[in-house]
T-cell receptor, first 111, second 115 residues
């Protein structure tokens, strides 16, 4: 399982775009990059996943450079409700039985 | 559709008492199952995972155990709770063998306070 490194915390303001970067230098060929969001007293929730280039859904965008050694989660026009912890994982779920989360990035959004 | 159920939602237990937390998954078969623990303000710690009935892999705990008596049932137990066992316990599942890399799906968690 590839180790990931992401900032411990970030602050931003409502209406801004927030970019959270994750480093994963040892990513394996078949690994996917997955991001989860966790609110207090809730389980993490899957928000986006990608293998290469750019992925966009209704919640976020995920940018992955050609070498795949890092990725950036982009949250457009954040609101107070985006205050949460965001986890970056690099894993192939179908073959990995041991899935370990890092410390995540605590994002705080201010009015 | 698939759903995951965890209970109870909250639990207050005295030190030295036993523990049993249950997790069940509906709508799929032969899932991978996981137990995580989260201390206040901390990240998720993987406790146990299981790839099939009776197959349990332990990551960390000394006084906790897990069992998988049925395909979609995962139980976390302790014979004697410690104060340090307090935390937020999360059960999760994922598909086995799919090619679309479907992610983990978490339950709503159990908040355990050992007094």
């Amino acid at each position: 399982l590839a180790k990931t490194t992401q900032p411990i915390s970030m602050d931003s303001y409502e209406g801004q775009e927030v970019n959270i970067t994750c480093s994963h230098n040892n990513i394996a060929t078949n690994d996917y990059i997955t991001w989860y969001q966790q609110f207090p007293s809730q389980g993490p929730r899957f928000i986006i996943q990608g293998y290469k280039t750019k992925v966009t859904n209704e919640v976020a965008s995920l940018f992955i450079p050609a070498d795949r050694k890092s990725s950036t989660l982009s949250l457009p026009r954040v609101s107070l409700s985006d205050t949460a912890v965001y986890y970056c994982l690099v894993v192939l779920y179908s073959s990995a039985s041991k899935i370990i989360f890092g410390s995540g990035t605590r994002l705080s959004i201010r009015p | 559709s698939q759903t995951i159920h965890q209970w109870p939602a909250t639990l207050v237990q005295p030190v030295g008492s036993p523990l049993s937390l249950e997790c069940t998954v509906e709508g799929t078969s032969n899932p991978n199952l996981y137990w995580y623990r989260q201390a206040a303000g901390r990240g998720l710690q993987l406790l146990f995972y299981s790839v099939g009935i009776g197959q349990i892999s332990s990551e960390v705990p000394q006084n906790l155990s897990a069992s998988r008596p049925q395909d979609r049932q995962f139980i976390l137990s302790s014979k004697k709770l410690l104060l340090s066992d307090s935390g937020f316990y999360l059960c999760a599942w994922s598909y086995q063998g799919r090619t679309d890399n479907s992610p983990l799906h978490f339950g709503n968690g159990t908040r355990l306070t050992v007094t």
